[in-house]
């Protein structure tokens, strides 16, 4: 079993949707990392949580540390949301990551 | 700021030749990651430096790879000799603070070994 379990593996929605990525994880973390990355290849870091909800635009981050979830939420998502999106948990001295959920925004 | 940037950002070469990857992280940032991504495994970490000390190598797969920090603004990540399982995408990243900094990316350098 991964370490970190993203879900859904790949999500296909239609622009305007309310969008929900979840990555569960099972070591204790110091901080979790949601990144971005676009079809280019390129790596964006959206949010750093270590408790609590962070919220920059459209994007919406939250965190349950007791039950290991985090979540990432998309609203009134566009075809330029359409990305891989990573969850990265940091522990001590290493950082383990999801496989990552392939989001399709289609206009 | 220019961000991080990587070098080069494709390099295609033979099995057995040494490669290097160059990394210059953003200025005033103490911590500097180098990362792998692969089809099959995903990302993986595999070294960081906190103020050009290496911290934890154990993400290195093997021998043949070997990453310094000569200083504050440049790192290498070398592979000696390389396989085409090297063959790759090599992030390098760099933040604040080792666990609490958000990480700033830099493009990629993508080798593949022949």
């Known amino acids: 079993k991964n370490e970190v379990e993203q879900s859904p593996q790949n999500l296909t929605a239609q622009e305007g949707e309310f969008i929900t990525i979840n990555c569960s994880y099972s070591?204790?973390?110091?901080?979790l990392h949601w990144l971005q990355q676009h079809p280019g290849g390129g790596i964006v870091s959206l949010f750093m949580?270590?408790?609590g909800k962070k919220k920059h635009g459209r994007l919406i981050a939250t965190i349950n540390i007791q039950e290991k979830h985090s979540s990432l939420h998309i609203t009134a998502s566009h075809p330029r949301d359409s990305a891989v999106y990573i969850c990265a948990v940091y522990n001590n001295n290493d950082m383990r990551f999801g496989a990552g959920t392939r989001l399709t925004v289609k206009p | 700021d220019a961000g991080v940037i990587q070098s080069p950002r494709h390099e295609v070469t033979e099995m057995g030749q040494e490669v290097t990857l160059r990394c210059k992280p953003i200025?005033?940032?103490?911590?500097l990651f180098w990362y792998r991504q692969t089809m099959m495994r995903g990302l993986e970490l595999l070294i960081y430096?906190?103020?050009?000390?290496?911290?934890?190598d154990s993400g290195m797969p093997e021998d043949r790879f070997s990453a310094k920090m000569p200083n504050a603004s440049f790192s290498t990540l070398k592979i000696q000799p390389s396989e085409p399982r090297d063959s790759a995408v090599y992030f390098c990243a760099s933040s604040l603070s080792r666990v609490t900094g958000e990480l700033f990316f830099g493009e990629g350098s993508r080798l593949t070994v022949l």
């Open positions: 200025s005033g940032h103490n911590s």
């Open positions: 430096f906190n103020n050009n000390v290496p911290i934890d």
């Open positions: 949580l270590s408790s």
């Open positions: 070591v204790g973390i110091s901080a």
